[in-house]
C-alpha cells in the first residue's frame, strides 16, 4: 500500500513538471514571438507593419494652421517635433527653401496600435516638399510626433532628405537627374536630427545613399534605415515602438512610388 502510494505520488509530481514545462515553454514561446514583433529584422518586414493603424489627412485649414504653429513654437498637433528648426535650417543653408504655405505639405493625425497591443499612440505625420533647390533637386522634409497613451511620454523623430530622385508630381520642367561618366547618377543624402542626451550637442548627422544607372538593389531602402538604427544603438538613445511603424509609413509615402516609376 505503501509502495502504491510512493509511486502514485511520484506521478503526480513527474506530471506536475511536464505540464509547468510545457506551460512556460508555450509562455516563452509567445514571449519571444511578441519580442520579436517588436522591431523589423528585414525591409520586408520594415515595410509591412503588422500592427494598426489609422490616419486623418488634415484640411488645408488644419495645414496652414499647423504650419503657424510649428514656425513659432516648433509644436505639432500639440506635441513638440524636436529638432524641427535645425533641420530646416541645416536644409535651408543648402539652397533649399521651404514654403510658409500649405502648398506641398501633407499632415495626418495618426492612431497607432503596436502589433503585441501592449502599447497605444496618438499624434500625427508631417512631410513638406521644398521649392526647387540647387541644380533641379529638391529636399524632403519629415518628420512624426507621438503621445504614448498609457504612460503619456511623448517623443519625435525628423528626417531632411536632399535628393534629385523626385516623384512625377515633383518633376521640374529641366531634368534633375544628373549625368555622371555618361550614366546617370542618382544620390538621397539623409539628414537626422540626433536627440543627444547631452546639450548643447544635438545635432543634425548625416549619411549618403547614391548610385549609377538605376536602383538595381530593391533592398537599397534597408540601408538608410540600419544606419539610423545604428546611430540609436551606438548613442543610447531609446527606441520607441511606433518608430517601426513611421519607417513604414516613410517608404510608402516618400519613396515607393520609385518602384512604379523610372524616366530611363
Keep these: 500500500m505503501k509502495n502504491k502510494k510512493i509511486v502514485a505520488l511520484s506521478c503526480a509530481i513527474v506530471a506536475s513538471l511536464v505540464i509547468s514545462t510545457i506551460a512556460f515553454t508555450v509562455m516563452q514561446g509567445r514571449s519571444q514571438a511578441i519580442t520579436a514583433l517588436t522591431e523589423p529584422t528585414s525591409l520586408s518586414e520594415l515595410i509591412n507593419y503588422p500592427g ?3 490616419l486623418r489627412p488634415l484640411s488645408e485649414e488644419e495645414i496652414e494652421t499647423e504650419i503657424i504653429q510649428l514656425e513659432l513654437t516648433g509644436m505639432l498637433r500639440g506635441i513638440p517635433l524636436k529638432g524641427y528648426h535645425d533641420t530646416r535650417q541645416t536644409l535651408m543653408a543648402k539652397g533649399y527653401v521651404f514654403s510658409d504655405s500649405f502648398f506641398d505639405v501633407f499632415i495626418d493625425d495618426v492612431y497607432l496600435e503596436t502589433p503585441d497591443g501592449l502599447e497605444i499612440y496618438t499624434g500625427a505625420t508631417y512631410m513638406q516638399w521644398s521649392e526647387m533647390g540647387p541644380n533641379g533637386t529638391k529636399a524632403l522634409l519629415t518628420g512624426a510626433v507621438m503621445r504614448n497613451m498609457i504612460t503619456s511620454e511623448e517623443s519625435s523623430t525628423i528626417l531632411g532628405v536632399p535628393t534629385n530622385v523626385l516623384p512625377p508630381e515633383e518633376m521640374p520642367g529641366v531634368d534633375p537627374y544628373i549625368i555622371w561618366n555618361a550614366e546617370p547618377y542618382f544620390y538621397i543624402q539623409f539628414y537626422w536630427w540626433r536627440p543627444w542626451p547631452y546639450q548643447p550637442y544635438w545635432r543634425c548627422i548625416y549619411w549618403k545613399y547614391w548610385w549609377y544607372d538605376s536602383h538595381k538593389s530593391p533592398n537599397w531602402f534597408w540601408g538608410p534605415y540600419w544606419w539610423w ?12 515602438p511606433w518608430y517601426w511603424w513611421w519607417w ?13 516609376y523610372w524616366p530611363y
Design 52 to 54: 494598426t493603424a489609422n
Design 229 to 240: 538604427r545604428t546611430y540609436l544603438k551606438v548613442d543610447g538613445l531609446p527606441w520607441y
Design 248 to 260: 513604414h509609413w516613410y517608404y510608402w509615402r516618400g519613396w515607393y512610388w520609385w518602384s512604379t
